[in-house]
């Protein structure tokens, strides 16, 4: 056996073992590996700091939270069914770089990713950017929206300004991202008691000004 090849063995080999060791070890691991700071994951997660400082802590009970342990799955683009300490029902993560189409309906609790959270996924895949590296990119305060985007708990933004960071950083010209934002738009105001057919005029101006504010034109 070459020694290139016995190296790489001995990598994957290294890698399969801390991956199967406890949950405090796997995520450090995971943060030494991307150079992820604590404060910055603890803010991909939703948690405190010291939170992050007790979860790395091996002689502390890891977290059982369904929640927090989906995002953390998330941000390490695994199954959350692979820690112990997960009670949910296992689901493809489908902004995962290594896992199945983004189209995936697979998500716990039945959760569906709807058509504009998907755009922003396929986008995210065409760039090649994994989850950690995406999450860099963005604000403090979009990175957990952007993580429950990824879990199906969360919509689109309507928040155009949240949008346009997340366009900049996708490289997503306004046109492209325009339709789904005006679907979710039109969506919130239906649920919130708005009549579409009744205020069809209302909405179609409403829109149009929005376009016209965007520099839109009707087509795009």
Known sequence: ?????????SSSATIHQRAAGSSS???SFFLRENHLHKKDFAD?????LSYVYNLLD?????????????????????????FSEYKG?????GASLNGNSPASSDYPNNRLIEPGVRFLIQRQHQ????????????????RLNMVDMWRGSSPLPLDWSQLRILAQVLEIPNGELYHYWQARL????????????????LLEAMFRGARQYLSLHSGQ
């Open 186 to 201: 039109q969506q919130y105001l239906v649920g919130g008691g708005i009549e579409p057919m009744e205020n069809m005029g």
């Open 89 to 93: 029902s296992s689901f493809q993560n």
């Open 58 to 82: 091996d002689t502390q009970p890891f977290s059982t939270r369904t929640t927090t342990l989906e995002r953390i799955a998330i941000v390490m683009e695994t199954d959350p069914a692979t």
């Open 25 to 27: 070890d796997r995520l």
């Open 44 to 48: 991909m997660i939703g948690v405190t």
């Open 1 to 9: 056996m070459n020694s290139s090849l016995s190296s790489a063995l």
């Open 127 to 142: 760039l090649g950017l994994s989850n950690v590296q995406l999450l860099k990119r963005l604000p403090k305060g979009l």
